[in-house]
Every structure is written in structure tokens, then in C-alpha cells.
């Protein structure tokens, strides 16, 4: 075992350097306020208005327009919220659809609240519609979907429009709701709509600050489909401060959105990702990469057991992950076998062209 670890397996942003070195100036300019200390002393339940009207601008950059901040709720992160939402609209009573590969933590909320998990099989657009309506007609529960169009956990597909169009008609026939993960879509320039401009009546749009902006801002902001929605989350979950935005973090989030800073920082890591995929397609021999200058991890399907090459590598000093941790249930076999390779987190190119040469090596 090779003492010494190279971290492909953290799909997290560089480190940008405006904003490392302007944090604590912005920190020290909302601290300044007549106030100050008061807004520190007190919970955020949803955020206060500013925190809202400032995720409903960030939210913009997606949505098109801004929703109303009566619509948006400030949370400590992005898992805090799902754990609401799937508790609020899946229940122990209903199913929850994803992608047959996603977001890993899935698997723990659906052991956590009790409901069952069907994964939808995917192509290279992503979810496959066809598939989504089989399982709708032979569903009863009242039925959730899941899923990450943009920039997919763990594959990198982009949904095309037309099937954007798909999914929300499915949804609208089979009356099913939408979570929509939009993690790393600001990091695509052209991103196709979200399905929230779609279906704003059924759409849960999730976006947080953790993939665009900086790995530890605890910051996500959800807009639901209409007031009543909001409130309902409030009336149920409104004396749980666990998922309440910390004074702190609002407080920092509002700054570096209103200055500006953040929106250069997601400018600058898509700078940072587009070269780093480029020295991945190079040292990989995976040219098709390049087609697609996007994002903080690649998708690499492979032929051989990617469980297998993922040990090989990590006895080696590299860590990559393989499909099978993003199965939608654990043990749900997949046609899509592969690894997910993130190259960001190694700050030093020289660490990720050694990590890379390492992997590249197990793949031949």
C-alpha cells in the first residue's frame, strides 16, 4: 500500500484565488452592519428575507427569472434539504425514481425514512424516458423522480432538451413529483433549462454553493413550486434547526454573491476544470472527452470489473470511484460499468498527471 494518496475520487472544486484571498475582507464587511451581532445571536429558519432575495438571484443564472423569495428556502447544504423533501414527498408511503446511478447518499436517506428506491435505466443522454414510463404504469404508490440532468452523478450526461420534454410529460401523465439536483450545472455555460422552467407546478429545484463556488459554504437554496409548498415544510420541520443555514455561512454566501466574487470564482473553476479534463483525455487516450469541456469528473466505462481496477488503483496510492458505489440500490446490477475519475481536488497538476499515468496503466 503506497503511503502517499492521490484523491481522484472528490468531485469538489479547485481553490480559487480571489476567493481565498478576499474571504475574510467579505466576512468583515457584512460583521461591520449596524446589527451585526444580533443577526448572529438568532436561528435562520429558511433564511432571513436578504438570505432569500440572494439565493433567488443565484438561482436566476438557471431559472431565467428570479422566483419569488416567498418560494425559497436557505439550507445548511444540499443533503439537509433532500432529507426533507424525500421525507416530505416520498414518505414511508411512496417510491422514489432516480437514475439507476446517482447520488450515493441516497441509498442512506431511503435506509433513514423507510421508501423503497427504483432505478431508472440510462443511456448517453441520461435517463431513459421509455424506461421512466414502464415503471410509472406499473407504480401505485405515489411516485418521486429523483434526478440530476445536468452534469449526472456519477456518468457527466446532459440531458437534451427534447428529452427534458420527455421526462416532464411522463411526470405530468403519472402525476409524479421532481427533486431536481442542479449541483454542477452552473459549470456548463450553455446548460440546457432545468426541468423547473419546464414544470415549475411539480418541480423541488435544488441548487447549492458547494460545487460552483467553494467546497465548504454549507449554503443551498431551494425553490419549491408555489408558496403553499414552502409553508408546508415550515409547518412540519420549521423547530428542527439542524438544517437551518448557519448565521455565518448567510452571511458569507450574501457577500460573495452580491460582490460579484462568486460568480467570478464559478467562472475561473470552469477555466481550471476545462484544462484538468484536457490533461485527463491526454494521459487516458480517451479523446471523446474533450467533446464535452465540462464539470468536475469524467465517466469512463471500462471492460474490465471497475470494482477491481478501483482497488488495484487505491493499493497503488490513487483513489478513483467505481460505478457500483452509485447504484440506486445496493447490489442493483448495471449495464454501465466504469469509473468515475474527478480531477480538481489535487491541487498540484504534476500529482494528478501521476494519479492519472497510475490509472491509465490499469485500464490498458
Excluded at 415550515?234 to 460573495?256: D, N
Amino acid at each position: 500500500m503506497n503511503d502517499r494518496i492521490i484523491d481522484l475520487s472528490r468531485a469538489v472544486p479547485p481553490v480559487i484565488h480571489e476567493l481565498e484571498t478576499s474571504l475574510a475582507d467579505r466576512i468583515a464587511s457584512r460583521l461591520v452592519l449596524p446589527g451585526a451581532n444580533g443577526l448572529l445571536r438568532t436561528n435562520r429558519p429558511r433564511g432571513t428575507e436578504e438570505d432569500r432575495v440572494t439565493g433567488s438571484k443565484w438561482l436566476s443564472q438557471r431559472l431565467g427569472s428570479e422566483p419569488s423569495p416567498d418560494r425559497i428556502l436557505v439550507t445548511n447544504g444540499t443533503l439537509n434539504i433532500l432529507f426533507l423533501l424525500l421525507n416530505q414527498l416520498v414518505g414511508k408511503d411512496g417510491t422514489l425514481l432516480t437514475e439507476e446511478m446517482t447520488y450515493p447518499n441516497m441509498q442512506a436517506l431511503s435506509g433513514m425514512l423507510g421508501f423503497p428506491i427504483v432505478g431508472i435505466p440510462m443511456d448517453e443522454q441520461g435517463l431513459d424516458p421509455v424506461a421512466l414510463e414502464e415503471v410509472c404504469q406499473r407504480i401505485n404508490t405515489p411516485k418521486v423522480l429523483y434526478t440530476i440532468p445536468t452534469m449526472q452523478n456519477p456518468t457527466a450526461t446532459v440531458m437534451p432538451i427534447g428529452r427534458r420534454e420527455q421526462v416532464v410529460g411522463i411526470a405530468r401523465k403519472y402525476d409524479v413529483k421532481i427533486i431536481e439536483d442542479d449541483a454542477q450545472a452552473l459549470m456548463i455555460e450553455d446548460a440546457p433549462l432545468p426541468l423547473a422552467t419546464f414544470a415549475p407546478e411539480r418541480t423541488w429545484y435544488v441548487m447549492g454553493l458547494a460545487k460552483t463556488v467553494v467546497m465548504g459554504l454549507r449554503v443551498a437554496y431551494l425553490a419549491t413550486p408555489d408558496v403553499s409548498g414552502t409553508e408546508a415544510l415550515m409547518s412540519r420541520f420549521g423547530k428542527m434547526s439542524m438544517w437551518f443555514v448557519a448565521a455565518l455561512q448567510a452571511e458569507l454566501a450574501h457577500a460573495l454573491i452580491s460582490s460579484g466574487v462568486a460568480g467570478r470564482a464559478t467562472a475561473a473553476i470552469r477555466d481550471i476544470a476545462t484544462e484538468r479534463r484536457r490533461i485527463v483525455a491526454e494521459i487516458l487516450d480517451r479523446p471523446g472527452l474533450l467533446a464535452f469541456p465540462r464539470g468536475l469528473h469524467v465517466w469512463v466505462p471500462t471492460s474490465r470489473d471497475a470494482v477491481d481496477i478501483a482497488q488495484q488503483a487505491r493499493s497503488e496510492g490513487v483513489l478513483v470511484r467505481p460505478g457500483k458505489e452509485f447504484a440506486a440500490k445496493p447490489g442493483e446490477s448495471s449495464t454501465m460499468n466504469g469509473l468515475r475519475i474527478s480531477f480538481c481536488e489535487t491541487r498540484e497538476e504534476r500529482d494528478l498527471r501521476q494519479g492519472l499515468a497510475i490509472v491509465a496503466a490499469l485500464l490498458d
